[in-house]
C-alpha cells in the first residue's frame, strides 16, 4: 500500500488549513493593533503575561515537531524505551518556576530582554560573553527552526500529496510564521501559540486515542504490543541507543537545555508574577507529560503492531531490513542492536529517516477508518495541529532570535546609539534573515544526497538543546551561587561548545565520515548525551579558572 | 525546633530538600539506572515483559511520573507559595 492509498481527505485539509492560517495572521494584526511603543513591549509584550497566557506559550514553544513527529517516530524505531523520555517534562515543568522565578524577578528589577543582557551584567562582560551567549541562541534557534520548517513539508507532503507538496508546505509555514511575529511581535507570538497549545495538547491525546482504538481498544492495543520483539519492549530498544545512562542524562539535559534557551528565558521575562510561572510549572508538568505519555508516545508503540518493523522467523526471532549502500537488506536482532539503522515498513517510507512519518500515517488512515465522517475532520484538525506545534516552536525561536541578534550585536556591540526604531527595524530583518536561511537549508539538506545536514527530527532537536545547555553552568551560577568568574565563564561556555560542535554533522564534513574522530565522538554518543558531555566539560573548566583566578 | 507556621522558612527548607531528593530519586530511578532493576533479562520469560498487561517499563515509567507530578504539586502549595506577588 502506497500513500496514495491512503484515505482521501478531499478538499478538507485545504479549507482548514486556509481558515487556520489567516486565523494566525488576524492574530498577528491584533497584536499589532494593541502595540505599545518600544522595544520591551516587542518583545517581552510589555512584561504583563497571566499565567494561562505564560502556560501555554511555554508550552507551546516547548512542544515542536519533535515532540508532534520526532518523539513518535522514535517510539515507532526504538520501542517503549523511548517513551520514558517523556519524564523530562515534569524536570522541564519544575524548572520554569524555580529557574524562570528568578529570571523574571533579575529582569524586571534591572530592565533585561535577553539573556545575555542578565549574565553579562553580572559577570561585567559588555562584548565576549554576550557574543557568546548571542551564539548559542544563534546555534539553538537556526537548527529548531529548520527542522520546524522540514516538519511542515513533511506534513504538506502527507496531507495534499503531489510533486511540489513539500516545497509549498515549508514555504507557507515559514511565510506565514515570519509575517505575524514581524507584524506583531511578543503578543502575537503569545496569542497565537496560546491557540497552537490547546489545539496540539487536543492533537496529541486523540492521536493516541486513535492509535489504541485502531487496534481494538486498550485491552486489545496492549495485549498486541506484548507480542511486540523483545528489544521493542525492553532497554536499550530496538538499535541498542538508548540504554538507562544515557536516557537519564538526556532526560536531565534535555529539560534543563531546553527551558533556558533564549525563547524560554525571554518567556520568564514576560510574565507578570511568580504567581504565573508558579501555576504554569504545575499545568505543564501534568499536563504535557500526560500528553506525551497516552498520546504520541502510544502511536509510536501502536505503529510498531499496525506497520511492523520486524519480520518474525521461524525461530521466534525477528528480522530486520537495514540500508546498505542504497540498498534495503535483512538482518537479525542482534545484528541491528549493535548500531544497525533499520528501514521502517514500506507503507511508512523508504529511507531510515522516514520513522517521523508513522504519526501523519496512523492519523490520516485509522482516524477516518475508525470514525468516518467525522475521523475526517479529526484527522484534518490533528494534522493542522502537528503544524501548529511546528509553527509555534519556529514562532518563538525566531522572535527571540530577533532579540538576541538585535540586542546584544547590533545595539550591544555594532551600534550602541542605534534608536529604538532602528533597533525594532533591524529586528524584523533578522527574522526575514533568518527565515530565508532556514528555508535555505531545508531545501539544500532535501536536494543533495550527500550534504544532510538534518537527518531525523529528533537528532537534530537534540544537538540544538545540547549547545543551549552549555549555558547552564554559568545560569546556575548567576542565579544561586554567584562564586564563578567572568574568565571562568567565557572559556568554560567556549570549551562546552567546541565539545557539542565535535558531535555535529560538522566534524565529518571537516574530517571524513570514517576518520578516527568521527569513530570516538560516535561511541562517545553511545554512552551519554552531547549537552552532557559539553556541560561536564564547561563545568570543569568553568570551576578551575574561577578558582585559579581568585587565588591570583 | 518542631516546624510551625511562625517559622515557615526553616520549614519550607527542609521540606525543599525533602521534595528534591524525592524528585531526584523518580529522575533516576524512571529514566535513570534504576531501570536495570525492572529491565527483563535477555532469556526471561515472555510473560515477565509485562506488569498488569502494560509493558514493564512502560508500568515503571507511569509510576515515577506519579512520584514526580505530587512533587511538584506539593512543593507548589508549599515551598513556591510565599514568594508569589
Redesign the interface.
Known sequence: MDTAATTDLGLLPHYCLAGYLLLLLGIGLWGFSKRQAGEEDYYLAGRGQGWMLSSLTIMATFFSSAAMLGAPGMVYKEG??F??????V??S??MI?VLG?RIRELGRTHGHVTPADLICSHYGSPVALRCLVALIGFLYAVPYVVIQIQAGGIISSQLFGGEHAFEIGACLLSLVTMLYIMIGGMRSVAWTDALQGTLLMGGMLLAGAAAVAALGGP?AF??K??ELP?TS???PGTTGSFT??K??T???FGALGSMIQPAQWMRFYAAK???AL??S??IF??GL?ACF?FGVMLVGLGGQVLYPVAKPSADGTFEYQVQIDGQAVAVSEADLADGGKPLPHPDIGAGPRDFDKIMVVVLKRHLPELLGPTGLLLATLVIIAIMAAAMSTADSNLHALSAVLTRDIYAGILRPNASEKSRLWVGRGVIAAATLLALGMVFVSRGSESFDPIGMIMPMSLLAIAFSSQLLPVTFDVLFLKRGSRQGAIVGIVAGMLVVLMFSPLLAIVTGSDSAAVGLFARLKQIADIGFCGVAVNVSVFALISIIGKRN | MEPTAANPTKRHRRLGLVLFAV?AL???M???????LV??E?TAA?ES??FL??????A???F??GV??A???T??LTI??P???
Open positions: 517503549v524505551v517513551a520514558l523520555f517523556a519524564l523530562n515534569p524536570l515543568g519544575a518556576y522565578n485491552s496492549f495485549a504490543v506484548a523483545r519492549l525492553t532497554v538507562p545512562e536516557l537519564f538526556l532526560c536531565i508574577s511568580a504567581k508558579r501555576r510549572a504545575v508538568t501534568l507529560t505519555l | 524528585f523518580a529522575m533516576v524512571g529514566p535513570g539506572p534504576g531501570l536495570r529491565n527483563p535477555p515472555r515483559l509485562l498487561g502494560l509493558p514493564v517499563i512502560y515503571w515509567g507511569l515515577w511520573y514526580q507530578a512533587v511538584v504539586v512543593a507548589c513556591w507559595k514568594s508569589d506577588d
